[in-house]
């Protein structure tokens, strides 16, 4: 095998997310469910004849090296090196970008997540799942959800995982064209740190599509950035509408394609807005 294409890369919805406290390192101690959705990028990998590892595909304001593609390809091939001596062959990474970047809907996360489950393949590496999530957690602290490949409960700062059985439903995503960025987020003085911890039992028995526990991030990114509380105000007039992660995007829940279209008609000119389902697994299980 030489090539590996169509690899996607899907994004996550935070369903909730809870900030619990702080860890000594200035990390924050979360509980949340990531919901995977059947919307993302999709990454397609080349071998070379060198060792070079390239992203062939422009990114604008993501220059080459700090790419998360890049950066997670360079970890594994380093890990591969140390574990057989020998350095594997270097690859071209193209991608169809389509999440948006400090969306809070893990678009990076997600393409290394995908770099390494590919790569792990198309080097014939070896590495067991635990071992790419560990090898990916530095990089992003979503990535080893992506990699874990199912909708899960996270506890820690998100790596610690146990799969959840998520409503079977469809979103209705609206990105407010800002970008949020994370740490400035987490370092707000105006962060609550202390919400209670839950049980994921309760999550799992709320029977209604919307509405289990809060976005506590949301506060502060409304704060900071009115378009996202513009879009909270707009969408909830449809649904629960909360924001994902750290911000920028904003979703809804609705019961079927059907409902989604019809929100879409509405929303304003001004925001870009798509729908998506509700995947239980990861679709590159199935491929690789
Ligand atoms: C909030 C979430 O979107 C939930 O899905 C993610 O945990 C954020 O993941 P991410 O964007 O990959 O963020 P990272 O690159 O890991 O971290 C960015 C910054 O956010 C802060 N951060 C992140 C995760 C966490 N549990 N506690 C934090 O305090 C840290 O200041 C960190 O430097
Ligand atoms: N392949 C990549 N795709 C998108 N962003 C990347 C990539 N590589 C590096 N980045 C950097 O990571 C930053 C965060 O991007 P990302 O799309 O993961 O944000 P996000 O959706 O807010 O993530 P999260 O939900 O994990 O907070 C970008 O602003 C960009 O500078």
Redesign the pocket.
Known sequence: MTELNHCPAP??L?LFLHVNGRRADGYHLLQTVFQLIDHG?TLHFTLRDDTVLR?VTD?P??PEQ??????AATLLQAEVLRRTGVLPRGVDIA?D?V??????????????ATTLMALNKLWNAGLSKQELMDLGLPL???IPFFIFGETAFAEGVGEALQPVQAPDCWYVVIEPGV????AAIFGSEQLTRDTPVVNIADFSSHSRIAGFGKNDLQQVATKLFPPVAEAVEWLGAYGDARM??????VFSAVASEDDADAVLEKVPAKWKAWKAKALQQHPIIAKL
């Not at 994902?244 to 995007?249: E, H, L, N, V, Y």
Request: aromatic residues 0%; neutral net charge; hydrophobic residues 35%.
């Open positions: 994004a996550k935070n990028d992203r990114m304001g993501v700090s790419d998360l593609m890049i950066r991608i970008k999440l948006p970047m400090g969306g809070g809907v893990g678009g990076g996360s997600s393409d290394a992003g602290a979503d970008m949020v960025p994370t994902t992660g750290s911000g920028a995007c």
